[in-house]
């Protein structure tokens, strides 16, 4: 195997790993910003986002 090869081989397999983590990153991204939309801004209370808390989690084990 020539070095011009292994070297667009490994340059393929960086393209690929990027690609695959850069869409995973943009989905958990998405998650987040639908989680935001039940944020309630209005209230000290530390309970009173726990649908909010939950949310981020739920994105978090779906788009690790």
Do not use: F, G, H, R
């Not at 020539?2 to 070297?7: D, F, G, P, R, V």
């Not at 998650?31 to 986002?49: M, Q, V």
Request: glycine share 0%; hydrophobic share 40%.
């Amino acid at each position: 195997m020539s070095i011009k090869t292994m070297i667009l081989k490994v340059s393929a397999a960086i393209t690929v790993i990027l690609a695959l983590s850069a869409c995973s990153n943009a989905e958990q991204q998405a998650c987040l910003d639908k989680a935001s939309k039940i944020w309630d801004n209005k209230t000290n209370d530390k309970n009173a986002n726990q649908a909010y808390w939950q949310a981020v989690e739920a994105c978090k084990e779906k788009y690790p």
